[in-house]
């Protein structure tokens, strides 16, 4: 298949699922109460640490080592085996760990040792899953890529809609119905794809075992640590004020991950085969070209609607989230946007540098600064004004990790974090905001839609009057065809 073919299915398939979770959301808002939606949020977020914790490091590992263009399969053997003999090895630690936390009664941020059990069966799934779709995309296997990641929303949709709304089950119905979807999803994938009957991780050399402990273990604290550092957040809210508390709090940050986030990670899943090929085929100029790309289509799509979503934040919740949620919601938005633009930045692009130039031990500094500065900020800040004040400790946070990133970054590639094409998609951002800015009370539904597609309208316009390239290259081709068309 053709790489652009490639990248249009797995975009597909990121888009669909990422909307239906973001679908997920708006459901759970409105059959949960605060107190059961912090607790899943809570539980779910603990799971998803301990993935990164455990795991990630190995898929990221994967993802940079497992590509052999010398095999029929694409994947070389011997470094497959030794990967998963690995990730055996510390799955067993894992589960053994997990039987110890709950025998002994050992909670944590106000969740109870009873969710350990899910919290490991959660972590163990979404390993699996991720791993899976990550070897996809390394083969260029999209199409088995769309269906595994399609299915897993779906299912875990329909099934924690039947157990909440049916029966009963609250914040446990949501979680099952995520577990079961990623194991089923898992299971089938791994059944239908002859290379994992190939896979003999009891054969894993010593030399290969060692070669991807080298390369890998620098990446075991700077996962553990961006994880952390993304939740931290919500640990120390249900620290100090409580489930309830982390669900007004989690709400709006979950719109983020299914909108703002969803779209720049979406870039960066697709854009990151190519910048590894383009460093190794290339090397480091073709690599910085591809990531000043990269973030022109970030920020083309991040930035506009961080504004949006910050300027039109009281009709967004009213329209998005249930009743419970829309008052807190809309005094957090701006802020949590915010933070999770800059987050986004410095995951997305920035330790990108890091990654494809090898430099693993780099990778630690972000996501430790920001733990570094979240935390005391954090208290603070909930100490004097309540959940605003976690959120605004979270924006100098993420401030604070991105200037030091962007230091380190152009340190390894000579990377531009400012061009022309950049600042005019900021000033068409700026501009769009202004726009908006006179109706940034407005809560009616449906003037809010219309809202949103007015700004959308402005910013494209803004965008061709600025003539940033990428713009007036569509305008263009779109002329270009109705001129031809026949009359």
């Given at each position: 298949?053709?790489?652009?073919s490639?990248?249009?299915?797995?975009?597909?398939?990121?888009v669909?699922?990422?909307?239906?979770?973001?679908?997920?959301t708006?459901?759970?808002?409105r059959?949960?109460?605060?107190?059961?939606?912090?607790?899943?949020a809570?539980v779910?977020?603990?799971?998803?640490?301990?993935?990164?914790?455990?795991?990630?490091?190995?898929?990221?590992?994967?993802?940079?080592?497992?590509?052999?263009?010398?095999?029929?399969?694409?994947?070389?053997p011997?470094?497959?085996?030794?990967?998963?003999?690995?990730y055996?090895?510390?799955?067993?630690?894992?589960?053994?760990?997990?039987?110890?936390?709950?025998a002994?009664?050992?909670g944590?941020?106000d969740?109870a040792?009873?969710w350990?059990?899910?919290?490991?069966?959660?972590?163990?799934?979404?390993?699996?899953?991720?791993?899976?779709?990550?070897?996809?995309?390394?083969?260029?296997?999209?199409?088995?890529?769309f269906?595994?990641?399609?299915?897993?929303?779906?299912?875990s949709?329909?099934l924690?809609?039947?157990?909440?709304?049916?029966?009963g089950?609250?914040a446990?119905?949501?979680?099952?119905?995520?577990?079961?979807?990623?194991?089923?999803v898992?299971?089938a994938?791994v059944?239908a794809?002859?290379?994992?009957?190939?896979v003999?991780?009891?054969?894993?050399?010593?030399?290969?075992?060692?070669?991807?402990?080298?390369?890998?273990?620098?990446?075991i604290?700077?996962c553990?640590?961006?994880?952390a550092?993304?939740?931290?957040?919500?640990f120390?809210?249900?620290?100090t004020?409580g489930?309830?508390?982390?669900?007004l709090y989690?709400?709006?940050?979950?719109?983020?991950?299914k909108t703002?986030?969803?779209?720049?990670?979406?870039?960066n899943?697709?854009?990151?085969?190519a910048?590894?090929?383009?460093y190794e085929d290339?090397?480091p100029?073709?690599?910085?070209?591809t990531?000043?790309?990269?973030?022109?289509?970030?920020?083309g799509?991040g930035?506009?609607?961080?504004?949006?979503?910050?300027?039109?934040?009281?009709?967004?919740?009213?329209?998005?989230?249930?009743?419970a949620?829309?008052?807190?919601?809309?005094?957090?938005?701006?802020?949590v946007?915010?933070?999770?633009?800059?987050?986004?930045?410095v995951?997305?692009?920035?330790?990108?540098?890091?990654?494809?130039?090898?430099?693993?031990?780099?990778?630690?500094?972000?996501?430790?600064?920001t733990?570094?500065?979240?935390?005391?900020?954090?208290l603070?800040?909930?100490?004097?004004?309540?959940?605003?004040?976690m959120?605004?400790a979270a924006?100098?946070?993420?401030?604070?990790?991105?200037?030091?990133s962007a230091?380190l970054?152009?340190?390894?590639?000579?990377?531009?974090?400012?061009?022309?094409?950049i600042?005019?998609i900021?000033?068409?951002a700026i501009g769009m905001?202004?726009a908006?800015?006179?109706f940034r009370s407005?809560?009616?539904?449906?003037?809010?839609?219309?809202?949103?597609?007015?700004?959308?309208?402005?910013?494209?316009v803004?965008?061709?009057?600025?003539?940033?390239?990428a713009?007036?290259?569509?305008?263009?081709?779109?002329?270009?065809r109705l001129?031809?068309r026949?009359?």
């Amino acid at each position: 298949m053709k790489p652009r073919s490639n990248a249009a299915i797995v975009t597909a398939a990121t888009v669909i699922g990422s909307g239906l979770n973001f679908v997920a959301t708006l459901v759970w808002t409105r059959l949960l109460d605060p107190g059961a939606f912090g607790l899943y949020a809570l539980v779910s977020a603990a799971a998803v640490l301990l993935n990164a914790m455990l795991f990630e490091w190995l898929r990221l590992v994967g993802a940079r080592t497992l590509y052999d263009p010398a095999e029929p399969s694409g994947i070389n053997p011997a470094r497959a085996d030794a990967l998963f003999g690995i990730y055996a090895v510390v799955a067993l630690v894992f589960a053994a760990a997990v039987g110890l936390l709950y025998a002994f009664g050992i909670g944590f941020a106000d969740v109870a040792a009873r969710w350990w059990p899910v919290m490991a069966a959660f972590t163990l799934t979404e390993m699996a899953l991720t791993i899976i779709q990550t070897i996809y995309r390394l083969r260029m296997r999209s199409w088995p890529y769309f269906w595994n990641a399609v299915a897993r929303s779906v299912t875990s949709i329909l099934l924690g809609l039947a157990l909440v709304h049916y029966a009963g089950l609250g914040a446990l119905g949501t979680l099952l119905g995520i577990v079961v979807a990623q194991g089923v999803v898992a299971v089938a994938s791994v059944l239908a794809d002859p290379l994992w009957r190939a896979v003999r991780p009891w054969r894993a050399s010593r030399a290969q075992v060692t070669a991807a402990l080298q390369l890998g273990y620098p990446l075991i604290a700077s996962c553990a640590l961006t994880y952390a550092a993304g939740f931290a957040d919500r640990f120390l809210v249900g620290s100090t004020l409580g489930a309830h508390a982390v669900g007004l709090y989690a709400a709006p940050v979950d719109l983020l991950q299914k909108t703002l986030v969803f779209m720049m990670m979406t870039i960066n899943l697709t854009g990151y085969p190519a910048l590894v090929r383009a460093y190794e085929d290339r090397g480091p100029a073709a690599a910085v070209a591809t990531l000043d790309n990269n973030l022109q289509l970030q920020l083309g799509l991040g930035l506009p609607a961080a504004v949006g979503l910050m300027v039109l934040a009281p009709g967004i919740v009213h329209l998005l989230l249930g009743p419970a949620f829309r008052d807190e919601g809309a005094r957090l938005l701006p802020l949590v946007g915010a933070a999770a633009l800059l987050r986004c930045l410095v995951t997305f692009h920035l330790m990108m540098a890091f990654q494809v130039t090898r430099r693993m031990k780099w990778m630690i500094v972000p996501p430790l600064t920001t733990l570094a500065a979240v935390i005391p900020a954090g208290l603070i800040g909930i100490r004097l004004a309540g959940l605003p004040g976690m959120a605004l400790a979270a924006v100098l946070a993420q401030a604070l990790c991105y200037t030091l990133s962007a230091i380190l970054a152009k340190r390894v590639l000579p990377i531009r974090l400012i061009t022309p094409e950049i600042a005019k998609i900021a000033l068409a951002a700026i501009g769009m905001g202004l726009a908006l800015l006179p109706f940034r009370s407005v809560t009616d539904p449906v003037t809010t839609v219309a809202l949103v597609t007015l700004g959308g309208a402005v910013y494209a316009v803004l965008l061709v009057v600025l003539r940033v390239p990428a713009a007036t290259r569509l305008v263009g081709a779109v002329s270009g065809r109705l001129r031809r068309r026949p009359a």
